[in-house]
């Protein structure tokens, strides 16, 4: 069975260092890569709302996914991506679940305490209910 590794990419720096770490994890462990970027919605928000904000999304990163892909191609390896719809700890851990991810890769974008109090951490959530290992990659 090949080694399966999830990237969660936002377009933030610090998911670009993860996208760089998945990168050369996957070629390491000559595994398959599969990218995962996530929209998320404001609360509440309408049908028609949501409709527009998830297509705005899917062509933001699909813009993203252009460079991604020629990184990828350029370390020798294939990567799959996606985007998801949703909040983004729920659905990381769902496609790694689905996808069954041997390990997950993923940034943190290193926000104050208060906020990170108030909204939790993604990454956090992500390590606690993860069935895989995580490796959490800080920005600069």
Same mark, same amino acid.
């Given at each position: ?13 610090? #998911? ?6 998945? *990168? ?13 970027? *996530? @929209? ?21 990163? =699909? ?20 985007? =998801? ?15 069954? #991810? ?19 951490? @993604?990454?956090?959530? @992500? ?5 895989? *290992?995580?490796?959490? @990659?800080?920005?600069?």
């Amino acid at each position: 069975m090949t080694y399966q590794v999830l990237c969660a990419y936002d377009g933030s720096p610090s #998911a670009g260092q993860a996208f760089d770490f998945a *990168v050369t994890l996957a070629k390491n462990f000559q595994a398959e890569l599969r990218v995962l970027s *996530v @929209v998320q919605a404001a609360e509440p928000a309408e049908d028609l709302e949501t409709e527009a904000l998830f297509d705005s999304g899917r062509e933001r990163f =699909a813009k993203l996914f252009e460079h991604l892909r020629a990184r990828a191609a350029h370390a020798g390896l294939q990567a799959e991506f996606e985007v =998801a719809f949703g909040h983004p700890a729920e659905q990381i851990l769902y496609h790694a679940d689905q996808w069954k #991810a041997d390990h997950i890769v993923l940034g943190h974008r290193g926000t104050n305490t208060f906020k990170r109090w108030l909204m939790g951490s @993604v990454s956090n959530r @992500v390590i606690a209910y993860a069935t895989s *290992v995580v490796t959490v @990659v800080r920005g600069t």
